[in-house]
């Protein structure tokens, strides 16, 4: 298994407030991603990273920022948390972003906002 | 219309059954991935295919390029083969960016 752990794996918390979600990996690999997965919908793009301090929006984006200060760490900030991001929130990694790369993917994190 | 649909969305087998899980796409695309969510929600990838077949033990992926579809097929199928199966595809000029289907869930029975 890639080495790819999330932190949190379960919060709840309350509309409004700030939450921070931290992606962690082992891989030293470059490309670094966070997804969104409700029913009825595929997993979903929100922000990913293909360096440190280089980072790109999704098709999710709006509400949420990204940040990448070291290769193992991409962390996702919920500014002020919606109901509508209650979630589950995986982050993925791959090597090289190329057209044949795999993305492994982390154990997700279930956010509930009330 | 979503760019990757799947089908079925659910499906029920017996154990030891041949399974067809469908995806068809709309883009035009560079590869087409496969990946297997356990009921405790871990996703790993199965296949990734640009061209032709794969096949890792009862597990066999299929793709057409001329009519944008591909299938996952599982053959004697065994109750730990219950999961979400989910079809995503890169598509060209998206570097690193994948798109996924809903998902076909499986639960295979004694």
């Known amino acids: 298994d890639a080495g790819i752990t999330q932190s949190p794996r379960h919060k709840v918390t309350e509309t409004g407030t700030p939450v921070t979600l931290r992606c962690h990996q082992t891989e030293n690999h470059r490309y670094m991603y966070w997804y969104r997965q409700d029913p009825g919908h595929g997993l979903r793009l929100i922000h990913y990273?293909?360096?440190?301090?280089?980072?790109d929006k999704g098709e999710v984006s709006d509400g949420y920022s990204v940040s990448r200060s070291k290769t193992e760490d991409f962390l996702l900030t919920l500014e002020s948390a919606t109901s509508s991001q209650t979630s589950v929130y995986f982050c993925?990694?791959?090597?090289?972003?190329?057209?044949?790369?795999?993305?492994?993917f982390g154990p997700g994190t279930r956010l509930t906002v009330l | 219309k979503n760019e990757v649909e799947q089908s079925p969305q659910n499906l029920t087998a017996q154990e030891g059954e041949f399974i067809t899980i469908n995806c068809s796409y709309s883009v035009g695309i560079s590869a087409l991935h496969w990946l297997q969510q356990h009921p405790g929600g871990g996703i790993v990838s199965l296949f990734m295919l640009s061209s032709g077949k794969k096949k890792h033990g009862r597990l066999i992926a299929t793709i057409n390029i001329q009519e944008k579809h591909s299938s996952l097929h599982i053959t004697a199928s065994h109750p730990r083969d219950s999961a979400v199966y989910i079809c995503?595809?890169?598509?060209?000029?998206?570097?690193?960016?994948?798109?996924f289907g809903t998902g076909t869930r499986l639960q295979v029975t004694l």
């Open positions: 993925a990694i791959s090597e090289s972003g190329g057209s044949r790369d795999t993305q492994y």
């Open positions: 995503a595809v890169k598509s060209t000029g998206t570097a690193s960016k994948l798109t």
């Open positions: 990273s293909y360096g440190v301090k280089d980072t």
